[in-house]
């Protein structure tokens, strides 16, 4: 009861999630002896010749220390197991993101004491969110299952495999140069290039990859890891299949593409962006006939942004349906007030993005802004 005490009196109020190795130390059997040496002194004190009553208390006394030895036997096994969870992944049986954090601690100090370079490969999975949606995610995790034993087979023994959640894994490697992880990427891309065969289907699949390089792509986990997402970002965009590594132009990019990004939520109530007209003239007649609402977009400290660089940024951030609306609201008003001075009326073109044809309602969208315009269709 003492025991029993002293752990209620250091119990506090707020728990938090952490995985220490005194928690899965064997308990001291010291209590446990020290139980049998009384039994075994107070039989001795009556001499052997113990009533019933003493001999059901001494049994009880054993009955109790085999139960809590089967209890403790039981609640070893279990923290066993949820030490097993804390750092494994139960899809794949890989380890997970808190051990690839706790090795990549390790790895970091060990390079710096020996200076010793070591690689993260940073691998996802190409359209897997296609398979999930058409096929459901049992295929899908499957396949991630799969594809986790590929990685295996492909790799050395001493290279650290770890599933950071999803469709993502992280490979860390030692001791490897760039050409060693250049072969090393080209053989996991070749992993996946035999079709995967699940539950009656035959999938397709391919992936990218991302490598960081320490010391020469950073000094710390953070930045490492930061930049293998970046270089991972990188492999994709220019098309799937494939593996690039980091470099500082990579850094520069993702930096101007968010900025791209930030200034063109601002950009409409900043009065930011203008349309130009080009004309459409007829060669024969030389009669403008027609015009097209050209996108242009000036930002305070990026200068004048070219459409073709912030358009497709607009379009994965799905900002280009509410600067459509805008440009459309403003092609037929500026279109509505050349009429209203005296200009013959021109048909205006104005591009439209397949985000806009994609949300529901788009062609009320059209005839409300004719509406609010006073345009004539």
Avoid at 311 to 321: G, K, Q, R, T
Avoid at 338 to 359: D, E, I, M, T
């Amino acid at each position: 009861f003492i025991g029993v005490g002293a752990y209620a009196k250091a119990m506090k109020p707020e728990a938090r999630w952490e995985v220490r190795e005194n928690a899965f130390k064997r308990p001291s059997v010291f209590p446990f002896v020290n139980v049998l040496i009384l039994c075994l002194l107070a039989a001795s004190s009556y001499g052997w010749q113990m009533n019933a009553l003493a001999w059901g208390l001494i049994l009880t006394f054993l009955l109790i220390i085999g139960r809590l030895l089967v209890v403790l036997y039981r609640n070893e096994k279990l923290m066993l197991e949820y030490k097993n969870l804390a750092y494994h992944d139960p899809l794949t049986g890989l380890h997970n993101r808190v051990r690839f954090n706790e090795d990549l601690g390790a790895c970091l100090e060990q390079s710096r004491k020996n200076g010793e370079p070591f690689a993260l490969l940073l691998i996802d999975l190409d359209r897997l969110k296609a398979v999930n949606d058409t096929l459901g995610h049992p295929i899908g995790d499957q396949i991630i299952r799969q594809t986790a034993d590929r990685i295996r087979r492909a790799v050395a023994v001493q290279d650290k495999l770890y599933r950071l959640g999803g469709d993502e894994f992280i490979l860390m490697t030692a001791g490897g140069t760039q050409a060693d992880c250049e072969r090393l990427a080209r053989q996991l891309l070749a992993s996946a290039a035999e079709s995967y065969k699940v539950s009656g289907h035959e999938i397709a699949m391919t992936m990218s990859i991302g490598i960081s390089l320490y010391p020469r792509d950073g000094v710390s986990g953070e930045d490492l890891l930061k930049h293998a997402d970046s270089a991972l970002n990188h492999a994709k965009s220019g098309g799937v299949n494939g593996y690039r590594f980091y470099d500082s132009l990579i850094s520069e990019t993702m930096k101007r593409k968010m900025a791209i990004e930030n200034g063109l939520r601002k950009a409409i109530d900043r009065n930011q962006l203008s349309l130009a007209y080009q004309p459409k003239v007829d060669l024969v007649s030389r009669e403008i006939v027609g015009m097209e609402a050209l996108l242009r977009w000036r930002h305070p400290e990026l200068g004048s942004v070219s459409p073709a660089e912030f358009i497709p940024i607009a379009e994965e951030s799905d900002l280009i349906v509410s600067i459509g609306e805008w440009a459309l609201r403003t092609a037929c008003a500026q279109n509505k007030r050349w009429q209203k001075v005296g200009y013959a009326p021109l048909c205006v073109s104005v591009n439209v993005s397949v985000r806009q044809f994609q949300q529901e309602g788009f062609d009320r969208t059209v005839l409300q802004t004719l509406r609010f315009t006073g345009l004539s269709p």
